[in-house]
């Protein structure tokens, strides 16, 4: 895809973050900074905070306070990774491409499918790679139910429910809170992504789709409550739910088959170590305790079912393989495209009600 499919500095890939908030602090930064094939060379980020802390994190790597101080580094760089607001992305990344490098956008991979598919054929154009980071693809919980659809031990599949669901009654200060549905916030563009994604991963496109959107939070600007249900071509019907505001949970996934069901509760442990400074090459990293399985099976008979380790880290081994030795992006970002223009058709049908 590129004519120069080889990093220069010995191999390893130098690598730019732009954003240090929850993205690059969390998601981005631990995995470049503990791989043997990346270098965290730049990281990106206007807040004074955030700077120190980035500094203080990765004393290695340069804290710059824009996107031109990054772009006069660009040619000593081989990828930009951005986690800035998603309204800002298209933008961003078509500036890392137009200097030279490979990107990786973080979800939502952009407001609309006409700015991801745009984005897509420029970087083609240009020839440099572009994918996007889904992280949740590799959640333990979800690599599980990956597994047991794709043995077929449960039959076929006819009603999948998954929930993605916080208590947030007050809400931090971010950009989040302010951002309308227009410039990409909303739960379905921050949860949504990833549920979004995960359903049609596991049962592909969807024929018709139902949705239900609330702003519950008094003087929201966008959804902070969803349900889709969503008919699936191949037949299962999906329930999803995305919420930021639901006081008991409900299980994480619930997959109902003609042989058996699974059902497995609580989030993936990734985020929550990562945010505790955890490193990803602890050798306990993405491991789940045995009290947090899942069941397999049909009433009275439920076995628990040991939950597959969860990796991040393999969206970023996949990107390295990519881009030494010219192998596919860990995502392909018409799978993003998909996904947008499924959100962007919930909204019309909510605009219309």
Do not use: C
Not at 59 to 75: H, K
Not at 91 to 100: H, K
Not at 158 to 185: C, D, H, L, N
Not at 248 to 275: H, S
């Amino acid at each position: 895809m590129t004519s120069d499919p080889t990093p220069h500095h010995d191999g390893v890939i130098r690598t730019a973050v732009v954003g240090f908030g929850t993205s690059g602090r969390v998601f981005h930064s631990p995995f470049l900074a503990s791989s043997p094939e990346y270098s965290l060379d730049v990281i990106v980020t206007g807040n004074a905070d955030r700077a120190a802390e980035a500094a203080r994190l990765h004393p290695g790597a340069a804290v710059v306070s824009t996107i031109d101080e990054l772009l006069a580094r660009a040619s000593e760089l081989d990828l930009v990774v951005i986690g800035s607001p998603p309204a800002s992305h298209a933008e961003l990344a078509t500036a890392a491409i137009d200097a030279g490098t490979d990107v990786v956008v973080d979800k939502p991979f952009t407001v609309t499918g006409a700015e991801g598919r745009a984005l897509v054929a420029h970087a083609a154009q240009a020839g440099r790679r572009l994918t996007v980071f889904q992280n949740r693809r590799w959640d333990g919980d979800y690599l599980t139910v990956r597994r047991l659809v794709d043995e077929g031990v449960l039959g076929t599949i006819g009603r999948f429910e998954s929930r993605f669901e916080w208590w947030k009654p007050t809400p931090r200060q971010s950009w989040k809170i302010e951002a309308s549905v227009a410039t990409g916030g909303g739960i379905l563009y921050d949860l949504g992504t990833h549920v979004i994604d995960q359903a049609l991963g596991l049962f592909g496109p969807v024929a018709d789709v139902y949705a239900e959107l609330a702003v519950r939070r008094p003087g929201g600007v966008a959804e902070d409550d969803a349900f889709l249900a969503l008919q699936h071509a191949s037949g299962t019907i999906s329930h999803l739910w995305m919420s930021s505001l639901t006081p008991q949970f409900g299980p994480r996934f619930r997959v109902l088959g003609a042989a058996g069901g699974y059902t497995v509760w609580g989030l993936d442990g990734q985020e929550a170590a990562l945010a505790a400074g955890v490193s990803p090459s602890s050798p306990d990293f993405g491991v789940a305790e045995p009290s947090r399985w899942g069941v397999a099976g049909a009433e009275p008979t439920l076995t628990a079912v040991p939950t597959e380790r969860g990796d991040y880290g393999a969206f970023y081994r996949q990107l390295a393989d990519a881009i030494r030795r010219g192998g596919p992006v860990p995502v392909d970002p018409a799978d993003a495209i998909a996904v947008l223009e499924l959100i962007e058709r919930v909204h019309a049908g909510a605009a219309r009600r």
